[in-house]
C-alpha cells in the first residue's frame, strides 16, 4: 500500500512543473517588469531540470519499476511515464534557457514561461494517465498552452497564420477523441484503461461497431497529438511559424507526450490480442507508419526551408516512432514485442534531445536574423563553428549516423520490428532513414561546403542560446555510449504494460 | 588495449588537428599519424593471434566490455584482431600516413579540417576492421561516411558535391538493406544467440541453429530467411566494393575527389566491402555462398571484364585507375567464392595488394596532376623526360598492376587463380578462372596505352605551367608504396601466412577442398 506521503513523492516530477508555474505566476504578478526575463527563464528551467532529476531519481530507485496507481487507478506511475516525464523535463529546461535570448526584445515573457510550464505539466499528466478521462484532460492541458505559444509572436503573420491552423485542427480532433471516448464508454461502461481492457471481449461481441468507431476516433486524436498522417497538416504550417524555441518544444516533448499516451491507450487498454476482431489497429497502424515516414520524408526533402524541412523531418519520425504499435503483430513473440515497443521509446527519448538541439539551432540563426532558406545558411561555419558542429551532429544524428544517440536508437528500432516479424516494415524504415540523409546532408553542404554569397556579420554570440545548444549536442554525442544507462530502463518499462 | 590505443590516438589526433592554425595542421598531421602506424607496426610484429577470430580463433588484442542491451540481446564492446583484419589494419595506418605526405602540395585550403578529417577516416577505419560484435561494427562502419562525404564535397574537383552526396545516400541505403538482413538472422537463430556478438552468430549460423523468423505458423522458414539474409548482405557489401552493376558512385566519387582521399576510397574503403563478404556472407552462412556460386562468380568475372574495358575506353587517367579498382575487386569476389585456401586467402591477399597498388596508382596520377594540372591522356605526351621519378614509379605500379612476377599484384592475383582453379564448390570453376585471366590482358593493354600516350614519346603539353621534378614529400610515399609492393611480391609469407592461418576454418565446411 501506498501511503499518502509516498503518492506525492512519485507526483514529484509533475509537481515541479506545477510549482514552476504557480511560481511564475506569482513573479508576473509583483514583478511584472522583469525587464530581461532572466528570472522568469531560470524558474521554467529549474522547474524542468526538477522534474527531470525527479523522474531520474524514481527511476533509479526503482520504486515504480511495478507500476504504482494513484488515485483510485486513474494515474499510474510506471517506468514509461518516468522515462517520458524525464523528456519533457530535459526539453523544457532547454527550451526555456535558449528563449531567454529569442524573446529578449519580446512583450509577455512571463506569459511565455507559464504557457511552457503548464504545458509541460499536461503533458507529465498524459504520460501518467490511466483512464480515458484523464487522457483528454490532460491532452487539452497541454494542448491549450501550445496554441498560445504558437501564436506568441502576434504581429508575425506566419504565427498567427500556423497557430489558427494548428487550433482548428487541434479543436477538431479532440472533439472526435472526446466522441471517440464516449463511445468506448458506452460500449465498455468504464473509462479506466485496465476495465476498458476486461470490458472488451464482451463489447467486441456485443457492440462492434460502436467499440470499433469508438477506438477509430481515439486513434486520430492520438494522431493528431503525435503529428502522424492524416491529422499532420498542422505541424508544417505551426512549427515554421512558431517562435523556433516552442517549435522545438512542440515537436519534440509535445510529439512525446502524444506517443506515450498512445502507448499506453492502445496496449493497455485495447489488448491487440481481444481487439483484433473489431478495429486491428496494428494494421491501422502500419498502414500509418508507412505513409507518414514517406510522406515525412519526401516531403522534407523537397522544402528550401531549414525550418520546415525539419518540421518535416519530424513528421518522419513520428513515423519511425510508430513502427514500436505498428510491429505488435504477436509474430514474435511477448519478447520481441517489448522489444520494439521499448526501441520505439527510446527514439523518442533520444529524438527529445537531437530534434530540440536542431530546432535551437535554427533560433540561434533566426537569432541572428540570417534567413530561414539553406541558401541562408552557406559558408556558416566558417563564422560559427562550434554551434555548427553541434547542428551537425544533430542532423546526422537525425539521419541515423553514428555521430550521436540517434543511431542506436533508430536501428534499434529496425532491429525490434525485424525480430516483431515484420521485416518488411523495418525495411521501409530504412530506405526512408537512407533517402533522409539527402536532405539532412544539405544543412551540412550549406554549412561546411559552400561559401557564403555575401559576409555574414555575426556580431553577437547569445550566451543563453549557445548553452542550450550545446548542451544538447553533448547529451546527443554522450547518448551512443550512454544509452546504456537508458535502454534497460526504456525495455522494462515496455514490457511491464504487456 | 592496444587497438584501443590505436583508434583513440587517430581521434584524438584528429581533434589536435582541428584546432590547430592551418599553417601547422600539414606537418602536424604527418607527426600525429605516425604513433598509429607504429602502433599497428608493432600489432603486427607482436602478433600473437592464431585461427580465425570468428570461428573459435585465438583472438590477438582482444577487449570485451559489456555496453547494451537490446531487448534479449546483448550489444557488448568487442575487439579482436586475426590473420584477416590485422593485415588491413596496417594497410588503414601505412595508407593514412602516405596520403597525409601525398596532401601537402594539392591540399591548400582548410588544411586543418582536411587533416582532421583524414585523421577520423584512420579511426573509423580500424575500428571496422578491429570489431567483433556486430553493432559496435556497425558504428564505425556509418562513421567511415561522414568523413569521406566532407572530404569529396570540400575539397573535391568541379562535380564534387554531386559525387559526394551520390556516394553518401547511395552507400547509405546498401548499409541499411544489409543491416535489417543481417538482423533477421539474429533475430532467426532465436535463442541460439545471447548477443549480437559476430564470433557467437557465426558458430551458431555454421552450426545450422537458424529457426524461424517469428513463428513457425507465420514466421519466415529458416532457408527462405538464409538466401533472403544472404543476398541482402551481399548487395550491401557489393554495393561498397563495388562490383558491376553496383558501381556507378565510385568513378564519379574517385575523379571528383581530392587525391589523397581517392587513395583512402580505394585503398581502403572498398576493402571494406570485400572484407564485410567474407566475414559475414562466405564465413557466416557458407552453405547459401555455395548454393549461389554461380551467379555470384558471374559477378565476379563480369565486374573483372567489364571494369577493364570500362577503364580501356576513358581519356581521363583518374578515371582509368578508378575502373580498374573495379576490375581488381572482381578478383576478389573470385577468391572468395572459390572457397578453397588460395581462393579466401589470395583474395584476402588481393585487398591489400590493390590497397597499396591502387594507392600508388592515384598517388602519381596526383603527382602528374599537381605538375600539369590536367589528367586528360590526350593532353600530355613524353613526360618522362621532365619528371623522370615519378614516371618511373608510375611505370612499376603500373606493372605491378599488370601482374609482373615479384610484385604484390602478381602473387594476389596467382593465389586467387590456383585457388579458383581448383575449387570443388564453384561449377565450371575452370571456366570461369579461364576468363578472369583474360582480364589480365585488357589491363595490360589499357595501362601500356595510357603509359605510352603520356609518358613516352616527344614532350608536349598545352598548359601554361612549368613543370619540373616533383617535392621529395611526393616521391617519398610513392617510393615508399613501390618497395612494399615489391617486398610483398617478393616475400608474400610477410602476411599471407597469417591470412592463411585465419581463412583456414572459414573453407572448412564439409565441402571445403584444395591445400
Known sequence: MVTMANEWLLLSPAAAFVLAALALFVIDAFAPEDADGGLLAAVAAVGGIAALSASGVLLLSGVA?????????????????????????????????????????????????????LAATGMSLLASANSLAVVFVALELSSLPSYALVAYLKRNRGSVEGA????????????????????????????????????????????????GVGLLMIVGGLAFKTASVPFHFWAPDAYEGAPAPVAAFLSSASKAAGFVVAFRVLVVGFPIGTIAGTLDWVLLFQVLAVVTMTLGNFAAATQENVKRMLAYSSIGHAGYALIGLAALTNAGGPGAEATVLGASMLHLFVYGFMNTGAFLFVALVEHWELGRTFEDYNGLGREAPVACVAMTV????????????????????????????????????????????????????????????????????????????????????????????????????AASLF | ??????????????????????????????????????????????????????????????????????????????????????????????????????AWTPIDDRQSEFYGLVLLLE????????????????????????????????????????????????????????????FALIFGLGDAVSSTGMPAIAEALRAGQLGYLGTPTVGVPPDTLAIAAFLAMFVGFAVKVPVVPFHTWLPDAHVEAPTPASVLLAGVLLKMGTYALLRFNFTMLPEQAATLAVPIAAIAVISIIYGALLALAQQDLKRVVAYSSVSSMGYVILGL????????????????????????????????????????????????????????????GAFGYMGLPLMAGFMAELFVFIGAFESTVLPAAPVFTAIAMFGIVIVA??????????????????????????????????????????????????????IRDATLDVVEFGFGGGS
Not at chain 1, 494548428?166 to 479532440?174: C, E, P
Not at chain 2, 581521434?11 to 598531421?29: E, H, Q, S
Not at chain 2, 589499357?446 to 598545352?462: H, K, N, T
Request: glycine share 10%; charged share 10%.
Open chain 1, 65 to 117: 519499476a511495478d507500476g504504482v496507481e494513484l488515485f483510485g487507478g486513474q494515474l499510474v506511475v510506471d517506468g514509461m511515464s518516468l522515462l517520458f516525464t524525464f523528456i519533457f523535463g530535459s526539453v523544457t529546461a532547454l527550451v526555456s534557457v535558449a528563449s531567454v535570448d529569442y524573446i529578449r526584445e519580446l512583450p509577455h515573457k512571463a506569459e511565455y514561461y507559464l504557457l511552457v510550464t
Open chain 1, 164 to 211: 489558427l491552423k494548428y487550433f482548428l485542427v487541434g479543436a477538431l480532433s479532440s472533439g472526435i477523441m472526446v466522441y471517440g471516448i464516449s463511445l468506448v464508454y458506452a460500449a465498455t461502461g468504464s473509462l479506466l484503461l485496465s476495465d476498458v481492457a476486461s470490458a472488451l471481449g464482451g463489447a467486441s461481441a456485443d457492440y462492434p461497431g460502436v467499440l
Open chain 1, 394 to 493: 544533430f542532423v546526422f544524428s537525425l539521419a541515423g549516423l553514428p555521430v550521436g544517440g540517434g543511431f542506436l536508437s533508430k536501428y534499434f528500432l529496425f532491429a525490434g520490428a525485424v525480430g516483431a516479424g515484420v521485416p518488411w516494415l523495418a525495411l521501409v524504415g530504412a530506405v526512408n532513414s537512407a533517402l533522409s540523409l539527402y536532405y539532412y546532408s544539405r544543412v551540412v553542404k550549406a554549412m561546411w561546403i559552400e561559401p557564403p554569397a555575401e559576409p555574414l556579420g555575426i556580431e553577437r554570440y547569445p550566451t543563453a542560446l549557445y548553452a542550450a545548444v550545446l548542451t544538447a549536442a553533448v547529451v546527443t554525442v554522450l547518448l551512443l555510449p550512454g544509452l546504456v544507462v537508458f535502454d534497460g530502463i526504456a525495455f522494462e518499462a
Open chain 2, 1 to 102: 588495449m592496444l587497438i584501443e590505443a590505436l583508434v583513440v590516438s587517430c581521434l584524438l589526433g584528429a581533434a589536435i588537428v582541428f584546432f590547430t592554425p592551418d599553417r601547422y595542421a600539414p606537418k602536424l598531421a604527418f607527426g600525429l599519424s605516425v604513433p598509429p602506424l607504429v602502433l599497428s607496426l608493432y600489432a603486427y610484429v607482436a602478433f600473437d593471434g592464431s585461427g580465425n577470430a570468428l570461428l573459435g580463433g585465438e583472438i590477438a588484442y582482444e577487449t570485451f566490455a559489456e555496453w547494451l542491451q537490446l531487448g534479449p540481446y546483448a550489444v557488448n564492446y568487442h575487439v579482436g584482431l586475426d590473420g584477416i583484419s590485422l593485415p588491413l589494419v596496417v594497410l588503414s595506418t601505412v595508407l593514412t600516413t602516405l596520403s597525409i605526405l601525398s
Open chain 2, 123 to 182: 579511426g573509423s577505419l580500424i575500428g571496422v576492421f578491429a570489431a567483433l560484435d556486430f553493432l559496435l561494427w556497425f558504428v564505425f562502419w556509418e562513421a567511415v561516411l561522414i568523413p569521406m562525404y566532407l572530404l569529396i564535397g570540400v575539397w573535391g574537383g568541379p562535380r564534387r558535391k554531386y559525387a559526394a552526396i551520390k556516394f553518401f545516400v547511395y552507400t547509405n541505403i546498401a548499409s541499411l538493406v544489409m543491416f535489417v538482413g543481417f
Open chain 2, 337 to 396: 567464392v572459390a572457397y578453397t585456401v588460395y581462393g579466401v586467402g589470395g583474395a584476402t591477399f588481393q585487398m591489400v595488394a590493390h590497397g597499396l597498388i591502387s594507392g600508388l596508382l592515384f598517388m602519381t596520377v596526383g603527382v602528374f596532376y599537381n605538375a600539369t594540372h590536367t589528367r586528360m591522356i590526350g593532353d600530355m605526351s613524353g613526360l618522362a623526360s621532365k619528371m623522370p621519378a615519378t614516371a618511373t614509379v608510375f611505370v612499376a
Open chain 2, 445 to 498: 593493354g589499357y595501362l601500356l596505352w595510357a603509359m605510352q600516350r603520356s609518358l613516352f614519346g616527344p614532350f608536349e603539353l598545352e598548359t601554361d605551367y612549368e613543370l619540373g621534378r616533383a617535392p621529395v614529400h611526393d616521391i617519398a610515399p610513392i617510393v615508399t608504396l613501390v618497395v612494399l609492393i615489391v617486398a610483398l611480391g617478393v616475400a608474400p609469407d610477410l602476411i599471407f601466412e597469417m
